[in-house]
């Protein structure tokens, strides 16, 4: 089937079936294009968790449509590959969360939304990329487990010097393999271009940064910059969007390994079949459900 029929089916898929599609920066150009809803993943769970719609077809990795279902439990949630998960989502365990707040009994546990609905459950707020900074100001407790990204932990440490971070051992396998030196070069050879990074990278690379966000907030910084050349420190996706709101500005990769293999994984196929046969639906037990809820709930309310 070639891309044109694809894009045909499944458009009267997605009609038949009330369904929106909605993709998260990462995903390959196809399947942004295709998409009702693109965006990070603060974007999109307050997307879906007020869209009309009955399911919602999630292009992105496990841990985003799970948020998605705990949201929007009377939707069907489809994520089109089973196995596109997040590594460092995976780094956190439910029971290592309760074993941490055993041992720091006045913290506040905060995770970022890269986590499950178990961890979710176990903590007292969420967070996202974009709005970790405002997230863990908002707390009236002084210390703060923050959980799973060691290197978004450190992001707020840095930013608000009043609390005290105590860190997990998680990272991003893609941000996090970034060198200094690679930077370095890279720096070199285009002077006069911004550098912009996802704070998924480790502390040395953001100290070297001229904006740290968000896929969205890096995307916003490009489209509102005067600047016309910028470094990109974050996955490859993003660069769909970048280059189609910019046609005049250039955008150099930070790495040529900046590239999550689990969010490449979704294609229009995958996209079409999920629709089709009604795959992979998200299920969740109630009651992991409804305390990750008031984790997700409580982020929402702030920003
Ligand atoms: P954003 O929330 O910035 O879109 O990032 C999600 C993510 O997984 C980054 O690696
Ligand atoms: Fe997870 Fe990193 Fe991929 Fe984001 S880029 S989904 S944090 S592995």
């Known amino acids: 089937m070639d891309t044109k029929e ?12 009330n369904a929106v599609i909605v993709a998260h920066n990462y995903q390959i150009d196809d399947v942004q294009a295709v998409a009702d809803m693109v965006g990070d993943s603060l974007a999109l769970s307050r997307y879906c968790a007020t869209v009309d719609a009955d399911v919602i077809v999630f292009c992105g990795v496990h841990f985003m449509a799970e948020s998605a279902k705990i949201l929007s439990p009377e939707k069907t949630v489809l994520l089109p590959e089973a196995d596109a998960g997040c590594p460092m ?56 487990i923050f959980i799973p990204d060691m290197n978004l932990g ?67 910084f490009a489209n509102n910059s005067t600047n016309s050349k910028f470094i990109i420190g974050t996955e490859m996706g993003v660069l769909y969007k970048l280059k189609n709101d910019n046609p005049n500005k250039t955008f150099y990769l930070m790495s040529q390994g900046l590239i ?23 299920n969740l037990d109630e ?17």
């Open 154 to 220: 450190s992001f707020v440490a840095k930013k608000l010097p009043e609390k005290k971070i105590i860190p997990w051992k998680g990272f991003c396998i893609t941000h996090h393999k970034i060198k200094a030196e690679e930077v370095k070069q890279m720096k070199a050879q285009h002077p006069d271009a911004l550098l912009l990074v996802h704070p998924e990278c480790s502390p040395e690379i953001v100290e070297m940064a001229d904006f740290t966000g968000s896929t969205k907030q890096i995307i916003d």
């Open 287 to 303: 009651d992991i459900r409804t305390k990750a809820k008031k984790s997700l709930d409580r982020m929402l309310a702030i920003k």
């Open 89 to 144: 989502a995976d780094m956190a365990t439910a029971e290592a969360v309760r074993e941490k707040k055993k041992q720091h009994p006045e913290a506040v546990a905060v995770c970022y939304i890269n986590s499950s609905a178990e961890v979710k459950a176990e903590c007292d707020i969420c967070c996202t990329s974009s709005n970790a900074i405002d997230v863990v100001r908002s707390l009236k407790e002084k210390e703060v």
């Open 6 to 17: 694809l894009l045909k089916e499944i458009k009267e898929l997605k009609q038949i079936k």
């Open 260 to 282: 999550c293999p689990n969010m490449k994984k979704t294609s229009l196929k995958s996209v079409l079949d999920a629709l089709k046969e009604m795959k992979h639906e998200i």
